[in-house]
């Protein structure tokens, strides 16, 4: 995976220009961020805030919020909370659809990131260098699966697939896929009365 430094919003978020709605990507170098390769402390996540929105921008939309890591040593679980929580938990970043994904994590910050998202029951993307993709992090079995189903058909509704496994309702299906945009690992658009779900990356 490329490695930028500071900020890039000029690249498309790897998706198909066939969808309806495409969603740009902004890449945050964390510790030009922090300014630092070891971050520690809420109280200093949180004093990063300024800069943070700065970095992805305050009218931005409809975006992956690319947090790259490739700089850090070590990232402890408090940092990680006080400086990007509100894009899993905020009104702003809810109506915004910003949609947090993590790259480029060393182990021991793996470590302490994973434990934040266990504390706060959180969900998120991680890139995965020995697939060249990314996964989610803390999915049970069945959300796996439908998540694995909605990036092999690309896009999809509950109907799309309701029609490749029947034995689950469509409303089952469609109750699982709006669990996952609500944990911010799929983007969504309406068409007609449906919604139809894209990944944030293929």
């Known amino acids: 995976m490329e490695r930028k430094?500071?900020?890039?919003?000029?690249?498309?978020?790897?998706?198909?220009?066939?969808?309806?709605?495409?969603l740009t990507q902004v890449r945050v170098d964390v510790a030009a961020l922090g300014g630092s390769t070891?971050?520690?402390g809420r109280l200093a996540g949180e004093a990063t805030r300024p800069?943070?929105?700065?970095?992805?921008?305050?009218?931005t939309s409809n975006a992956a919020i690319l947090l790259d890591f490739g700089g850090v040593q070590l990232v402890t679980s408090s940092y990680f909370l006080g400086?990007?929580?509100?894009?899993?938990n905020s009104r702003v970043a809810r109506e915004k659809e910003l949609f947090p994904v993590l790259a480029d994590v060393n182990?021991?910050?793996?470590?302490?990131?994973?434990?934040?998202l266990k504390a706060t029951g959180y969900r998120t993307l991680f890139w995965e260098p020995d697939q060249q993709k990314f996964r989610p992090f803390?999915?049970?079995?069945?959300?796996?699966?439908?998540y694995d189903r909605v990036v092999s058909l690309e896009q999809a509704t509950a109907t799309d697939l309701f029609r490749q496994d029947p034995r689950i309702q469509q409303t089952g299906w469609?109750?699982?896929?709006?669990l996952l945009y609500e944990q911010r690992l799929l983007s969504r658009y309406k068409y007609g009365r449906q919604f139809v779900y894209v990944p944030l990356w293929r």
Not at 12 to 21: A, K, Y
């Open 51 to 59: 800069a943070l929105d700065e970095a992805i921008g305050r009218e």
């Open 107 to 116: 182990p021991e910050s793996r470590d302490e990131i994973e434990l934040a």
């Open 174 to 178: 469609s109750n699982r896929l709006a």
């Open 83 to 88: 400086a990007f929580e509100w894009l899993w």
């Open 138 to 146: 803390g999915l049970d079995r069945d959300a796996t699966e439908t």
């Open 38 to 40: 070891t971050l520690a």
């Open 5 to 22: 430094g500071g900020v890039d919003k000029s690249l498309p978020i790897l998706l198909s220009s066939r969808f309806m709605v495409m």
